[in-house]
């Protein structure tokens, strides 16, 4: 894409989720995809705190054809109301 974006919210499964978070972060930024956390600090990225601002980032970047967006999180984050309203638009 274009663009690539990331927004990712808790990866709440995991035991040692510290590293992890950091982990991807740093795995999504060496392949050039900017991360937006959603509510979670343990990225260590640019971040908003709730799905309500991650849906107004999203529409004040002005997505569209190019632009590839990954949204992924536990359920808890409640992140696929901002995947369904980005499939939407």
Known sequence: GERR??????MAELDDADDAHREVAQAAAEMGVRVIAVGEE?????GVDSVDEAFALAASLRLGKGD????KGSRVAG?????????ER
């Open 79 to 87: 992140l696929e109301l901002l995947a369904a309203d980005l499939l």
């Open 5 to 10: 974006l990331a927004f990712l919210g808790t």
């Open 42 to 46: 343990r990225y260590g990225t640019e």
């Open 68 to 71: 590839a967006v990954l949204v």
